[in-house]
């Protein structure tokens, strides 16, 4: 027991000695490689984030007519109503990220400008002629919904946060405001679009209808979509009001490069190294006491 014990306290000795020794090699590269990476970021653009908050905008739930409509098979999808499938704010959030609409959002926006400024000529609306290969419209997509869009939904409310980053803090909360707006103008298009499919056919089915009850449940139907009609060309907030509308951040509201994060990660990668050098030269000191003595 009492062997273990100096055994113990012998090694505990030696691992204080070691680090008293190499002090100054791995702390001085610690601080080095830290001050390295915080003094490298002021090289990095920085990229600031602007947020929109958005809530969902009511939708009518169908009440009676669900139930009537259970016992006419299809006709009540035309109407979305007891369908059990995605509501509108899934729908709209699917069209968020999809390529049409960013395809459009980066026209409407001349987004090619702010994505790719030191390739895309905004005079000539054309890549610069130094740019050999351009971005494809899939690159171009991909660069957009990884590092420019988030969107982040609370479970629990239904509030949805859409942000977007950028070098430009302004033009990060105009874009974070502006691809809402987008949203809410596409999605009402869609919305009425659909509507408008589904009314001619119902007169379709109302022509060919024999049944009372079912006629009237037709005519329920058409008057739903009607309704949804007059609400996409009456509501410019059809599927998400704004809550919060996004501002430009502040110019010390940084998002990335995260100075402090990377100095400390530099201090830690500095350590190790200073570490490893460290044992490796103590090895080196061993080895060479050894051979010393072994000449003797």
Same mark, same amino acid.
């Given at each position: 027991?009492?062997?273990?014990?100096?055994?113990?306290?012998?090694?505990?000795?030696?691992?204080?000695?070691?680090?008293?020794?190499?002090?100054?090699?791995?702390?001085?590269?610690?601080? $080095?490689?830290? &001050?390295?990476?915080?003094?490298?970021?002021?090289?990095?653009?920085?990229?600031?984030?602007?947020?929109?908050?958005?809530?969902? *905008?009511?939708?009518? !739930? @169908?009440?009676?007519?669900?139930?009537?409509?259970?016992?006419?098979?299809?006709?009540?999808?035309?109407?979305?109503?007891?369908?059990?499938?995605?509501?509108?704010?899934?729908?709209?959030?699917?069209?968020?990220? !999809?390529?049409?609409? &960013?395809?459009?959002?980066?026209?409407?926006?001349?987004?090619? *400008?702010?994505?790719?400024?030191? /390739?895309?000529?905004?005079?000539? @609306? !054309?890549?610069?002629?130094?740019?050999?290969?351009?971005?494809?419209?899939?690159?171009?997509?991909?660069?957009?919904?990884?590092?420019?869009?988030?969107?982040?939904?609370?479970?629990?409310?239904?509030?949805?946060? &859409?942000?977007?980053?950028?070098?430009?803090?302004?033009?990060?909360?105009?874009?974070?405001? /502006?691809?809402?707006?987008?949203?809410?103008?596409?999605?009402?298009?869609?919305?009425?679009?659909? *509507?408008?499919? !589904?009314?001619?056919?119902?007169?379709?089915?109302?022509?060919?209808?024999?049944?009372?009850?079912?006629?009237?449940?037709?005519?329920?139907?058409?008057?739903?979509?009607?309704?949804?009609?007059?609400?996409?060309?009456?509501?410019?907030?059809?599927?998400?009001?704004?809550?919060?509308?996004?501002?430009?951040?502040?110019?010390?509201?940084?998002?990335?490069?995260?100075?402090?994060?990377?100095?400390?990660?530099?201090?830690?990668?500095?350590?190790?190294?200073?570490?490893?050098?460290?044992?490796?030269?103590?090895?080196?000191?061993? $080895?060479?006491?050894?051979? $010393?003595?072994?000449?003797?």
């Amino acid at each position: 027991m009492n062997d273990t014990s100096t055994t113990g306290d012998a090694g505990l000795m030696q691992v204080i000695r070691f680090f008293l020794r190499n002090f100054l090699l791995i702390f001085g590269l610690s601080f $080095a490689v830290g &001050v390295l990476f915080f003094a490298g970021t002021a090289f990095m653009t920085p990229i600031y984030r602007a947020d929109t908050l958005l809530a969902p *905008a009511e939708e009518s !739930s @169908g009440g009676a007519l669900t139930a009537m409509l259970s016992n006419f098979g299809g006709l009540g999808r035309l109407a979305g109503l007891g369908n059990g499938g995605p509501t509108r704010k899934d729908e709209a959030l699917a069209m968020l990220r !999809s390529r049409a609409f &960013v395809a459009a959002f980066i026209e409407s926006t001349n987004g090619l *400008a702010v994505l790719y400024p030191d /390739s895309w000529d905004a005079e000539a @609306g !054309s890549w610069s002629s130094s740019v050999e290969e351009p971005p494809s419209e899939h690159d171009t997509y991909l660069r957009f919904t990884r590092s420019v869009l988030s969107v982040n939904e609370n479970p629990d409310s239904g509030i949805v946060t &859409v942000g977007i980053s950028l070098s430009d803090r302004l033009v990060a909360a105009e874009w974070a405001n /502006s691809v809402v707006r987008l949203l809410n103008e596409k999605f009402r298009e869609f919305v009425a679009t659909e *509507a408008q499919r !589904s009314i001619e056919y119902l007169y379709g089915e109302l022509e060919k209808a024999s049944s009372v009850e079912l006629r009237q449940v037709i005519h329920r139907l058409i008057e739903t979509q009607i309704q949804t009609i007059m609400l996409t060309n009456v509501r410019k907030d059809f599927v998400f009001r704004i809550i919060d509308p996004a501002v430009a951040p502040d110019a010390d509201r940084v998002e990335s490069p995260r100075r402090v994060l990377l100095a400390f990660v530099g201090l830690v990668l500095g350590g190790f190294i200073g570490l490893f050098i460290a044992l490796v030269r103590e090895a080196l000191r061993a $080895a060479r006491r050894v051979e $010393a003595a072994e000449s003797e």
